[in-house]
């Protein structure tokens, strides 16, 4: 499908003196309109160096949908490096609009936009997200494949349509969390996921935290192997 409509400026800083985030917005009309406003972190360094640099996109939760950007830095690897953190790769946090859910046209349209226009290392992309951002990353993971080194959904639902592409991440290195108590997004569908991928052959890491209940984000974004063995692995 012909791209109608390419659409990228930056709109302003953050209110805080932490610049190396900034606030985008992206517009692309493909099949259907896709319009994501983002935030977009680049590391030490970045500008001053030549290298491509690994890309990090996190999908958040349904709490943090609208049209406030600062949301998306509430949880996960913004929060993770705005409290003093360094994470050596570039981070994407695009903000899902009200009252909708992730679709991954829009996340995959998005993320090639990102790193096309910005030095990424095509074969260190990375999708993490929580809640429904765990379900944006099931999503988008099985339908987008070929986007990505590795998946990290955090107590997220089943996308059901993923079953019938389990064979596209079969080989892909994932790494599922979710709280043994959660009773907003039971572990069931975590459970059920890591089966098939199982049965798949997919070698893939679970952790469940015994005495979680729906925050399964704040251990998994706070510790620091979590980020490594994010970055060491690649296409």
Same mark, same amino acid.
């Given at each position: 499908?012909?791209?109608?409509?390419?659409?990228?400026?930056?709109?302003?800083?953050?209110?805080?003196?932490?610049?190396?985030?900034?606030?985008?917005?992206?517009?692309?009309?493909?099949?259907?309109?896709?319009?994501?406003?983002?935030?977009?972190?680049?590391?030490?360094?970045?500008?001053?160096?030549?290298?491509?640099?690994?890309?990090?996109?996190?999908?958040?939760?349904?709490?943090?949908?609208? @049209? +406030?950007?600062?949301?998306?830095?509430? !949880? /996960?690897? #913004?929060?993770? =490096?705005?409290?003093?953190?360094?994470?050596?790769?570039?981070?994407?946090?695009?903000?899902?609009?009200?009252?909708?859910?992730?679709?991954?046209?829009?996340?995959?349209?998005?993320?090639?936009?990102?790193?096309?226009?910005?030095?990424?290392?095509?074969?260190?992309?990375?999708?993490?997200?929580?809640?429904?951002?765990?379900?944006?990353?099931?999503?988008?993971?099985?339908?987008?494949?070929?986007?990505?080194?590795?998946?990290?959904?955090?107590?997220?639902?089943?996308?059901?349509?993923?079953?019938?592409?389990?064979?596209?991440? @079969? +080989?892909?290195?994932?790494?599922?969390? !979710? /709280?043994? #108590?959660?009773? =907003?997004?039971?572990?069931?569908?975590?459970?059920?996921?890591?089966?098939?991928?199982?049965?798949?052959?997919?070698?893939?890491?679970?952790?469940?935290?015994?005495?979680?209940?729906?925050?399964?984000?704040?251990?998994?974004?706070?510790?620091?192997?979590?980020?490594?063995?994010?970055?060491?692995?690649?296409?």
């Amino acid at each position: 499908m012909k791209n109608f409509l390419v659409l990228f400026f930056i709109v302003g800083m953050y209110s805080t003196s932490f610049s190396q985030i900034t606030e985008h917005s992206f517009e692309e009309k493909i099949e259907m309109s896709v319009k994501l406003d983002y935030a977009l972190y680049t590391p030490d360094g970045y500008n001053d160096s030549k290298i491509d640099f690994p890309l990090i996109v996190f999908l958040h939760g349904a709490g943090e949908r609208g @049209k +406030d950007l600062s949301k998306v830095s509430v !949880h /996960g690897p #913004l929060k993770y =490096v705005k409290d003093g953190n360094k994470i050596d790769a570039v981070i994407l946090a695009p903000q899902c609009p009200e009252g909708v859910y992730w679709q991954p046209h829009e996340v995959a349209a998005l993320v090639k936009n990102v790193m096309k226009e910005n030095r990424i290392d095509k074969s260190r992309v990375y999708l993490t997200g929580l809640s429904m951002g765990g379900y944006g990353v099931w999503a988008t993971g099985g339908e987008y494949p070929e986007l990505f080194a590795s998946l990290a959904p955090v107590c997220g639902a089943i996308y059901r349509p993923i079953y019938r592409n389990i064979s596209h991440i @079969k +080989d892909m290195p994932i790494w599922v969390f !979710h /709280g043994a #108590l959660d009773d =907003v997004v039971l572990p069931e569908n975590s459970n059920q996921m890591v089966k098939t991928l199982k049965e798949a052959g997919n070698d893939v890491k679970y952790t469940i935290y015994p005495f979680a209940n729906h925050n399964s984000w704040e251990e998994t974004y706070n510790n620091p192997e979590f980020y490594s063995w994010m970055l060491a692995q690649k296409k």
